[in-house]
């Protein structure tokens, strides 16, 4: 069987910004006879996401990352279809998951690293998997719930920042549901402020291309800022956190802002920023959803609920064809994508 693949053709080096030619997609022969416990695999849609970036260093910086290897295929997030098994727990049609799979149009793996899924949870909307009803959505979720200390009738502002992307957009309609009174995104162009004021019902939304971010915050946050949801770090980071009140909490997401250099996560912050987390009492604790699985199942569910009841929306850029793999997780870095960045690879 003729199928396509993405390969990684070159690195970006530790300080460098990826470049659509660091992949290269090629062609290559699959043979779909399957040894006992192997399932063939259409894929249906793949994710890009920022913890990628590491898997582009030779050293990704963390322990439960592996490096991509040079010349060989790139893997992550999918969706896919089993069109034939030989594991007895998947039958042709089954529709599956993996954190780790090949960036190719079909495959073959092993049937202990797929996660079977149930298409009622999404309504059909089989890419939500990799996003809302996937483990962006649970990041999202369990990061409020983990580390926000949201408290129905607490009277609490939120803000997010990176508030139109996958985690950020979903974020902040859960710190309202959960009971914030004012939620304010941060974000980097006026469409994505027009999407998540209008589309997802935030309070105000700031570009921070544009604005001056501590003046937008005072004027959007009147009574300070309780949780701020944090997927950027750097300079719109020590800008929140100047304005937290007393006791507040910051939910440390992610630091995508400071993915292209050589720093270490999470990057160290300033002594200024430091002393008002001391001296304000703010928490401010590493969230990683991968240690909270355990709470995947119920979380799932719950996302699937809201978002069926129309509670929570849900954004996507789609992008077709494997070709575009690699220039889609090049712009979703820079700020390309509204929501879950996808690409479909077929029907
Ligand atoms: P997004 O869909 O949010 O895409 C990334 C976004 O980051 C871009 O759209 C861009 O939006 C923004 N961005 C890029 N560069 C900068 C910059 N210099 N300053 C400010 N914003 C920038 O990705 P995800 O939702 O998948 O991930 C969001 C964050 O959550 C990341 O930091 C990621 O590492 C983290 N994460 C953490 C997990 C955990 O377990 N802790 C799990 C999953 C994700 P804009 O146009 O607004 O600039």
Not at 6 to 35: A, Q, Y
Not at 108 to 136: C, N, W
Not at 220 to 237: A, E, L, Q
Not at 276 to 298: D, G, P, Q
Request: net charge negative; proline share 4%; charged share 20%.
């Amino acid at each position: 069987m003729q199928v396509q693949r993405v390969v990684l053709n070159s690195r970006p080096g530790k300080n460098g910004t990826p470049v659509p030619e660091n992949f290269r997609l090629e062609d290559t022969t699959l043979s779909p006879d399957l040894k006992d416990g192997e399932v063939l695999l259409r894929t249906l849609y793949l994710s890009v996401d920022p913890y990628m970036r590491c898997r582009m260093n030779e050293d990704t910086g963390a322990e439960y990352l592996t490096p991509w290897q040079l010349s060989e295929c790139v893997d992550g997030g999918g969706v896919g279809m089993v069109e034939s098994s030989r594991c007895a727990s998947f039958t042709k049609g089954d529709v599956v998951t993996s954190f780790n799979w090949p960036w190719q149009t079909h495959v073959v793996m092993e049937g202990s690293i797929l996660q079977k899924v149930d298409p009622r949870l999404v309504d059909g909307h089989l890419s939500y998997f990799l996003g809302a009803v996937g483990i962006t959505g649970l990041t999202a979720l369990l990061g409020v719930r983990e580390k926000g200390n949201v408290i129905k009738g607490g009277n609490q502002t939120m803000v997010v920042s990176g508030a139109a992307g996958a985690c950020g957009s979903i974020a902040g309609q859960i710190g309202r549901l959960d009971g914030c009174v004012r939620v304010v995104g941060i974000c980097g162009s006026s469409d994505k402020c027009r999407a998540i004021v209008e589309d997802l019902g935030f309070d105000a939304a700031i570009n921070y291309r544009q604005e001056d971010v501590p003046t937008r915050l005072k004027e959007s946050c009147p009574h300070g800022i309780d949780v701020y949801f944090d997927n950027v770090g750097g300079n719109i980071s020590d800008s929140v956190i100047t304005q937290m009140n007393n006791g507040g909490h910051v939910i440390l997401c992610g630091q995508i802002s400071q993915y292209n250099k050589d720093v270490p996560y999470p990057p160290p912050l300033s002594e200024e920023i430091q002393e008002i987390l001391r001296s304000k009492n703010i928490t401010r604790e590493r969230f990683m959803v991968l240690n909270y699985m355990n709470k995947a199942e119920t979380a799932l569910s719950e996302l699937s609920q809201w978002i069926k009841s129309g509670q929570i929306k849900v954004l996507e850029t789609t992008v077709d064809g494997i070709e575009n793999m690699g220039g889609a997780f090049c712009s979703m870095m820079k700020g390309g994508n509204t929501g879950k960045q996808i690409i479909k690879i077929s029907e």
